[in-house]
């Protein structure tokens, strides 16, 4: 494997996509990144030149809406969702200083 | 003899597009509705939901800008920005990072030391956040979603200004060309306009930015002056102590008149941004382009320059009714029914500004319709109404644009004109005051003011004072 992760790399990965990892999974995460990233130098042995870049996979272009309100109130069925509801809205751990 | 600094100022501005509906969603955009009844699965990031774009945000982005000189990027999409905070459903908000709509434009302005150009680095589409209120009694946070996916546009300047003077001039010239645009109403202290202030500060001649720092929550013209006087204060004592400037968010607190630093726990301000791939690309044909600059408005200066023309306005009146669109839509439209350019002018300038002023709002919240204003104008000037009471119709019609005839009719405000009644009050006026009429006649020309104003508080005001006066004149020469 040409790639090595580091354990710094592992947790500011971790951190950024909010997951707390054990030190197994750590080790599992570091294993797949690393081949990963020799995936990635693979493709880039291939010759783009010339080549566009893909930024999406189906070959559409232009799709919109018009701006017309077509949705009415469905507070009830979305709130169905939610652990927890408080005067119609949602209820989360305190966000503030 | 201390050192000189230069303040070096770049703006993010975010403006809210008054579509109908928000920016992927057909959900409405419509302000105050009861918390989270106007969301449905898109704007609240459930999964295996669509985005799909509203054709008129991209309409608005393009005018926006083509009015600030900007080039408009033919094919452009959408990227995720990711970050979690409760305000955010999907994680990840969609905006634009590579391909952003509109690049490398400008804006006049005008300064002290004549006009300058402030550079506009890019404009992107993307959508507000839904609202956090803290709920003390649970110690929590409750979120309404109704603001998710509400359509907005920022736009990055170059770090162009060098004080809040430009700042403020930089963010009226934005505000002009969007609302004569009527892609927004760019009201700061309702949020439809939020600036936020990128400073810094470098010895004067020097060329090389010093560390910046990024200002928030700045919500008035006010705020963000003192804000500026601030913190380049603050960076310019650091630097004569010694001290590093730490690049970082800081939060304007107007009621306190400061700023501090904002931290999160997490401060990895890693976006991992990548392209949504919900979202198709946008393609911009040169023929849908044409349309959008066939579609641009007459702007300020074009506007001033017909009106000079056609109607024969002072600069100063031209000023003042062209700082809105909307001010200045009304104003043509009154005159097309009256006739009376000047006239229309004056109650604009004068009662209208007035009263926004005493509410305290805003040009974009006029409600008087032009046929009433006409009718009112038309009223005065045939002496069915006093100055007074034409005001009072005026504010009348300010808050709730009642009708004025039907108005002045309700509250029995029609001055009575050459009438029995009339005639009789002038009679007894002369009758009880001797000693005026005397004067008069001995030549005291401004004795007929007091019995014009005993005879306008008999009939209560509800005579044309002028009128009053001719009758009073006829009335003592026939009797001398």
Same mark, same amino acid.
């Given at each position: 494997?040409?790639?090595?992760?580091?354990?710094?790399?592992?947790?500011?990965?971790?951190?950024?996509?909010?997951?707390?990892?054990?030190?197994?999974?750590?080790?599992?995460?570091?294993?797949?990144?690393?081949?990963?990233?020799?995936?990635?130098?693979?493709?880039?042995?291939?010759?783009?030149?010339?080549?566009?870049?893909?930024?999406?996979?189906?070959?559409?272009?232009?799709?919109?809406?018009?701006?017309?309100?077509?949705?009415?109130?469905?507070?009830?069925?979305?709130?169905?969702?939610?652990?927890?509801?408080?005067?119609?809205?949602?209820?989360?751990?305190?966000?503030?200083? | 003899?201390?050192?000189?600094?230069?303040?070096?100022?770049? +703006?993010?501005?975010? @403006?809210?597009?008054?579509?109908?509906?928000?920016?992927?969603?057909?959900?409405?955009? *419509?302000?105050?509705?009861?918390?989270?009844?106007? /969301?449905?699965?898109?704007?609240?990031?459930?999964?295996?939901?669509?985005?799909?774009?509203?054709?008129?945000?991209?309409?608005?982005?393009?005018?926006?800008?083509?009015?600030?000189?900007?080039?408009?990027? !033919?094919?452009?999409?959408?990227?995720?920005?990711?970050?979690?905070?409760?305000?955010?459903?999907?994680?990840?908000?969609?905006?634009?990072?590579?391909?952003?709509?509109?690049?490398?434009?400008?804006?006049?302005?005008?300064?002290?030391?004549?006009?300058?150009?402030?550079?506009?680095?890019?404009?992107?589409?993307?959508?507000?956040?839904?609202?956090?209120?803290?709920? /003390?009694?649970?110690?929590?946070?409750?979120?309404?979603?109704?603001?998710?996916? @509400?359509?907005? #546009?920022? #736009?990055?300047?170059?770090?162009?200004? !060098?004080?809040?003077?430009?700042?403020?001039?930089?963010?009226?010239?934005?505000?002009?060309?969007?609302?004569?645009?009527?892609?927004?109403?760019?009201?700061?202290?309702?949020?439809?306009?939020?600036?936020?202030?990128?400073?810094? @500060? !470098? %010895?004067?001649? /020097?060329?090389?930015?010093?560390?910046?720092?990024?200002?928030?929550?700045?919500?008035?013209?006010?705020?963000?002056?003192?804000?500026?006087?601030?913190?380049?204060?603050?960076?310019?004592?650091?630097?004569?102590?010694?001290?590093?400037?730490?690049?970082? /968010?800081?939060?304007?607190?107007?009621?306190?008149?400061?700023?501090?630093?904002?931290?999160?726990?997490?401060?990895?301000?890693?976006?991992?941004?990548?392209?949504?791939?919900?979202?198709?690309?946008?393609?911009?044909?040169?023929?849908?382009?044409?349309?959008?600059?066939?579609?641009?408005?007459?702007?300020?200066?074009?506007?001033? %320059?017909?009106?000079?023309?056609?109607?024969?306005?002072?600069?100063?009146?031209?000023?003042?009714?062209?700082?809105?669109?909307?001010?200045? &839509?009304?104003?043509?439209?009154?005159?097309?029914?009256?006739?009376?350019?000047?006239?229309?002018?004056?109650?604009?300038?004068?009662?209208?500004?007035? +009263?926004?002023?005493? !509410?305290?709002?805003?040009?974009?919240?006029? #409600? #008087?319709?032009?046929?009433?204003?006409?009718?009112?104008?038309?009223?005065? &000037?045939?002496?069915?109404?006093?100055?007074?009471? *034409?005001?009072?119709?005026?504010?009348?019609?300010? &808050?709730?644009?009642?009708?004025?005839?039907?108005?002045?009719?309700?509250?029995?405000?029609?001055?009575?004109?050459?009438?029995?009644?009339?005639?009789?009050?002038?009679?007894?006026?002369?009758?009880?005051?001797?000693?005026?009429?005397?004067?008069?006649?001995?030549?005291?020309?401004?004795?007929?003011?007091?019995?014009?104003?005993?005879?306008?508080?008999?009939?209560?005001?509800?005579?044309?004072?002028?009128?009053?006066?001719?009758?009073?004149?006829?009335?003592?020469?026939?009797?001398?």
């Amino acid at each position: 494997m040409a790639h090595s992760i580091t354990d710094e790399t592992i947790e500011y990965v971790g951190i950024l996509a909010q997951l707390e990892l054990s030190p197994e999974e750590k080790k599992q995460a570091r294993q797949d990144m690393g081949r990963m990233l020799d995936y990635i130098d693979q493709l880039k042995e291939l010759d783009t030149e010339g080549v566009e870049p893909l930024s999406h996979v189906l070959s559409v272009e232009n799709v919109m809406r018009e701006d017309v309100v077509t949705n009415g109130d469905m507070r009830e069925a979305l709130l169905a969702n939610a652990p927890e509801e408080k005067d119609g809205m949602f209820t989360a751990p305190r966000t503030f200083g | 003899m201390g050192k000189q600094y230069e303040t070096v100022i770049g +703006l993010e501005v975010h @403006v809210e597009l008054a579509t109908r509906t928000k920016i992927f969603c057909g959900c409405s955009t *419509a302000f105050g509705g009861a918390p989270n009844t106007h /969301t449905c699965p898109v704007c609240m990031g459930m999964p295996g939901s669509l985005p799909v774009l509203n054709r008129k945000v991209l309409e608005y982005a393009v005018l926006v800008g083509l009015a600030s000189n900007c080039e408009i990027t !033919r094919y452009c999409k959408f990227d995720r920005k990711n970050y979690f905070y409760p305000d955010n459903p999907q994680n990840y908000q969609i905006s634009q990072l590579y391909l952003p709509v509109c690049q490398n434009g400008y804006v006049e302005i005008e300064t002290e030391d004549g006009s300058k150009r402030v550079g506009i680095h890019e404009i992107h589409m993307e959508e507000d956040a839904g609202k956090l209120i803290h709920d /003390t009694w649970e110690d929590c946070t409750l979120i309404d979603y109704n603001r998710s996916g @509400v359509p907005l #546009i920022e #736009i990055v300047s170059e770090p162009d200004m !060098r004080n809040a003077q430009e700042v403020i001039a930089y963010l009226e010239k934005l505000r002009l060309l969007i609302s004569y645009l009527g892609a927004s109403d760019c009201k700061l202290q309702e949020g439809s306009m939020r600036a936020d202030v990128n400073l810094s @500060v !470098r %010895e004067a001649g /020097t060329q090389k930015l010093g560390t910046r720092t990024e200002m928030k929550n700045l919500n008035s013209f006010k705020a963000i002056t003192r804000a500026i006087e601030g913190e380049q204060q603050r960076q310019i004592d650091l630097l004569e102590a010694g001290e590093p400037i730490v690049q970082e /968010t800081r939060r304007w607190d107007d009621a306190n008149d400061c700023s501090y630093a904002m931290r999160f726990k997490e401060d990895a301000q890693d976006y991992r941004y990548f392209p949504d791939p919900d979202l198709p690309p946008v393609r911009i044909s040169e023929e849908w382009l044409e349309r959008m600059r066939a579609a641009l408005p007459e702007f300020r200066r074009e506007k001033m %320059e017909r009106f000079r023309r056609e109607y024969g306005l002072p600069d100063y009146d031209l000023q003042i009714i062209t700082q809105s669109a909307h001010l200045a &839509d009304l104003f043509e439209e009154t005159t097309a029914l009256c006739k009376e350019p000047k006239k229309v002018s004056n109650w604009l300038m004068g009662e209208m500004l007035r +009263l926004l002023r005493e !509410r305290e709002k805003d040009p974009a919240d006029i #409600i #008087i319709s032009p046929a009433h204003l006409a009718a009112l104008i038309l009223m005065k &000037d045939k002496g069915e109404i006093n100055g007074a009471a *034409a005001k009072e119709v005026f504010e009348a019609m300010f &808050d709730e644009d009642v009708d004025p005839h039907s108005y002045v009719e309700e509250k029995g405000m029609k001055v009575e004109a050459d009438t029995d009644a009339l005639r009789e009050v002038l009679g007894q006026v002369v009758a009880a005051h001797p000693k005026s009429v005397a004067d008069y006649r001995n030549g005291k020309e401004k004795a007929i003011g007091f019995l014009v104003g005993q005879t306008m508080k008999v009939m209560k005001g509800k005579a044309d004072p002028g009128a009053v006066k001719e009758m009073l004149r006829e009335l003592l020469q026939k009797e001398s």
